[in-house]
C-alpha cells in the first residue's frame, strides 16, 4: 500500500529552512546576538503597585527607600525616550505586588537569534517573576527556547553578546555552574562558537555591571573587576577599551549602565558627566535620562531593559 502525504508519501513536502530563516513569517521580527546593534524593540516591566508599601527596602534587595510615584515618572520618560528613538516599547503587564523587583527585566530573560532562554532568578526576593516574563512573550509570539530549571540559577544580566560567533557567559552570585552549563548548551545548539566563561568575583551582582560595549570595537570595563578573560578576549579582537576612574561615579550613578541605541550611541543615565565625557572622547553620541530615583532600587538602565530585536 502506497504511503499518504501525512506518513510521508504522495506530496508531502520536507521542512528544510532554519528557525532564523524563518522566524519573521512564523513568530515575528525578533532576535538578538549585540550589544549595540541598532535597537528595535525591548520589553519593559513599569513598577507597579508592588512598589507601593515596602517596609524595609534592605530586606527586597534595594539601595535605599524610593519615592514610588517618582520611580514610575522616571521609568516613563526613559520608556519615551526610547520611543522616540524609533524603539518598539513592549510591558510586561501582570506581576505580584510582592515582588517589587521585577521593573529590573534584563534579569528574567536573554535574548537570542532563535528566542528567548527564561531565566530562573537566583534569589529568594526575585523567585517568580519569570512566570510573568514567559506570559508577556507568549502573547506577544516571542518563541521562548528554554526555561532555566532543576536547581539551576541563571540571570539575563550575566550574558553579554559580542556577535553572533561570541558572547561571555558569567558565573557568580545570580548564575551557579549548572545554570551556566544549561545556557552554554542552549547556545551552542543554537550555533554560538564561542561561549566565554568567566567567574565574577566576590560582590559583584551581574556581569553587565563590568562590561558594556559602545560600539562594534570600543567596550568599558572596570579595572580590578572585569575578569581578564574578558579583557583579553576583546583586546584580540582589536577593541578600544574604556577603563572606569572614577569609582564613586560609577557606583552612585551607574554610567557604566547604559543601553546602546546603535552603534557608537548610547542612552545613560543623568548624572555620570566624567565617564560620559571619556565616552564622547572616544566618539560616542551620549543621550541621557534621569533615573536617579529607580537606581535606589539597585540598577540602571541595562539592568531595567530586556532587548527583544536588535540589528547584528
Known amino acids: 500500500m502506497a504511503l499518504t502525504t501525512a506518513y ?18 512564523t513568530w515575528g521580527d525578533w532576535g538578538v546576538a549585540s550589544e ?81 532562554i527564561v531565566t530562573r532568578p537566583a534569589s529568594t526576593v526575585r523567585a517568580g517573576e519569570e512566570r510573568y516574563v514567559a506570559e508577556a512573550l507568549g502573547r506577544l509570539g516571542v518563541p521562548i527556547l528554554m526555561t532555566v530549571h532543576g536547581r539551576a540559577t541563571f540571570e539575563g544580566a550575566d550574558v553579554s553578546w559580542i556577535d553572533r560567533d561570541l558572547c561571555f557567559l558569567a558565573e557568580g552570585l545570580r548564575t551557579n555552574e549548572e545554570g551556566a552549563d544549561q545556557v552554554e548548551r542552549m547556545l551552542r545548539e543554537i550555533g554560538v562558537r564561542e561561549v566565554v566563561r568567566v567567574g565574577l568575583p566576590y560582590g559583584a551582582m ?32 582589536g577593541f578600544r577599551l574604556i577603563e572606569v576612574a572614577d569609582e ?23 548624572g555620570g558627566d566624567g565617564l560620559r565625557a571619556t565616552y564622547e572622547a572616544a566618539g560616542v553620541e551620549c543621550h541621557t535620562v534621569e533615573i536617579g530615583e529607580l537606581i535606589k532600587g539597585g540598577g540602571g538602565l541595562h539592568c531595567m531593559t530586556a532587548f527583544l530585536r536588535r540589528d547584528d
Open 206 to 237: 551581574h556581569l553587565d555591571g563590568l562590561l558594556n560595549v559602545l560600539d562594534r570595537d570600543l567596550a568599558v570595563v572596570w579595572p580590578r573587576r572585569t575578569p581578564l578573560k574578558v579583557v583579553r578576549t576583546l583586546q584580540e579582537r
Open 36 to 116: 549595540c546593534g541598532r535597537l528595535r524593540a525591548v520589553l519593559l516591566r513599569r513598577p507597579g503597585p508592588e512598589l507601593d508599601g515596602i517596609e524595609d527596602f534592605e530586606a527586597v534587595q534595594m539601595r535605599a527607600d524610593l519615592d514610588p510615584a517618582l520611580a514610575r515618572a522616571q521609568h516613563d520618560a526613559m520608556a519615551a525616550a526610547y520611543a522616540a528613538y524609533g524603539v518598539a516599547v513592549h510591558y510586561v503587564d501582570n506581576a505580584r505586588p510582592d515582588k517589587p523587583n521585577a521593573m529590573f527585566m534584563r534579569d528574567l530573560l536573554l535574548m537570542t537569534p532563535e528566542g528567548a
Open 8 to 25: 510521508g508519501g504522495g506530496v508531502w513536502s520536507q521542512r528544510a529552512a532554519a528557525m532564523t530563516d524563518d522566524m519573521a513569517e
Open 248 to 270: 564613586r561615579e560609577a557606583q552612585e550613578r551607574l554610567p557604566m549602565n547604559f543601553v546602546a541605541l546603535a552603534p557608537g550611541k548610547i542612552l545613560m543615565p543623568a
